[in-house]
């Protein structure tokens, strides 16, 4: 069974530009997050998409968004980046949600400068 | 606001060595996850505790839920250069819908 797979795996933009992160899950899960992780402040939670819905969504700006399409993969778009953006992005997939096991993808390191 | 504090923040220890990485919160969980995660990879799943006193063990590791599903730990037995990792706490959270709430982390390093 393949793993979770984001794409690309590093990522560098300027401040102002927009960006777009894929996930993959893994086949038949339906439940997509989304993290962002930084050494200040660990991992937050962004969002979790399941069967194309926004579920549930963490504490950032309207700059953050995401979508799921049909078949599960998911996609992020963060707009007018910021410095502070930097950050490794990871995504993990589980079968129904968050309290079932959720399997991560290796991330996708963006650097804005 | 971090709802989950871990400690130690950084541990660093010599091979054989026995270790406890604490997890704590005011708040309660209807799960917690541990994870490790190592350096350009993403977290992987270590054990699922759901009932409050709960005690998994897993081979080395010894994971421990508190009565009141706030807290828990972590314990490792004759500590391996191989569990080397950020080890990082998650609690489930029912608030109208299901969330997971990542702890600040842990870095071990253990030393041959």
């Known amino acids: 069974k393949a793993g979770v797979t984001q794409t690309p795996r590093y990522l560098i933009k300027t401040r102002g530009q927009q960006v777009t992160l894929s996930c993959s899950p893994i086949s038949g899960h339906r439940s997509v997050s989304w993290y962002q992780q930084t050494p200040g402040q660990g991992l937050q939670f962004l969002f979790e998409?399941?069967?194309?819905?926004?579920?549930n969504k963490g504490n950032f700006p309207g700059r953050f968004s995401g979508r799921q399409f049909s078949n599960s993969r998911s996609e992020m778009n963060v707009s007018t980046l910021e410095l502070g953006d930097s950050a490794l992005y990871l995504c993990?997939?589980?079968?129904?949600?968050?309290?079932?096991?959720?399997?991560f993808g290796q991330g996708t390191r963006l650097t804005v400068v | 606001t971090q709802l989950l504090e871990q400690s130690p923040q950084f541990l660093s220890i010599q091979e054989g060595e026995n270790l406890t990485v604490y997890c704590n919160s005011s708040?309660?969980?209807?799960?917690l996850q541990w994870y490790r995660q190592e350096p350009g990879e993403g977290p992987v799943l270590l054990v699922t505790?759901?009932?409050?006193?709960e005690v998994k063990k897993l081979k080395r590791l010894t994971f421990q839920f508190g009565d009141a599903r706030k807290d828990s730990s972590l314990h490792i037995t004759a500590a391996q250069p191989g569990d080397t990792g950020l080890y990082l706490c998650?609690?489930?959270?029912?608030?109208?819908?299901?969330?997971?709430?990542f702890g600040t982390g842990t870095r071990l390093l253990v030393s041959p």
């Open positions: 993990a997939s589980s079968s129904q949600g968050v309290d079932t096991e959720a399997f």
């Open positions: 998650a609690g489930v959270m029912n608030t109208g819908f299901q969330k997971l709430v």
């Open positions: 708040s309660v969980f209807s799960s």
């Open positions: 998409y399941f069967s194309e819905t926004q579920r």
């Open positions: 505790v759901v009932t409050g006193g």
